[in-house]
């Protein structure tokens, strides 16, 4: 199979689509790297000179929209193009979950010497948003914590501040 942006584009809505599907939320762009490393393809070279970001919001992919969180410029999503979806409608524990998963990439960007880390986010305010996302995930049933997928190395992290 060729990897190029008709693939690309592909990918994502087949993503977003079983996203929407099953737990009715965008298909956040954060998770495009990690859906395409799992493919051996790196999407950078696909949408080369291009950022995710502008790339998305600049390319139309078929029965899907773009959706922009008003406050967190970097939550940016697919929904099928006739889903009612509005961030003012999410719960805060389904913000905390997608937040960890777009900072899976964090410890690679730490090791090319860039940092996603807000500078007014010092480390009592990321262990205390830690330890609050755990006691979220701890009120999660059987069925939605067997979807989450989080690595030890991030917690520890955002422990440690």
């Known amino acids: 199979m060729e990897h190029d942006l008709a693939w ?31 493919n051996g393809v790196d999407y950078k070279d696909l949408i080369k000179p291009l950022k995710l970001r502008q790339w998305a919001v600049t390319n139309e992919i078929d029965g899907f929209k773009i959706v922009e969180h008003p406050r967190h410029k970097a939550k940016v999503g697919y929904v099928p193009i006739t889903a009612e979806f509005s961030f003012e409608d999410v719960d805060p524990a389904e913000e905390a979950i997608a937040g960890a998963a777009a900072n899976e990439g964090a410890s690679e960007l730490k090791e090319a010497g860039k940092s996603r880390t807000p500078v007014a986010f010092g480390p009592v305010k990321t262990r205390r948003a830690t330890l609050q996302f755990l006691e979220t995930l701890s009120k999660l049933d059987d069925n939605e914590l067997n ?15």
Do not use: C, F
Request: no cysteine.
């Open 8 to 38: 690309l584009k592909s990918m994502i809505a087949t993503r977003a689509q079983e996203m929407w599907e099953h737990e009715q939320r965008p298909y956040y762009i954060s998770y495009v790297a990690t859906d395409s490393r799992k």
């Open 147 to 161: 979807q989450i997928t989080i690595p030890v190395g991030t917690i520890v992290r955002l422990l440690n501040g």
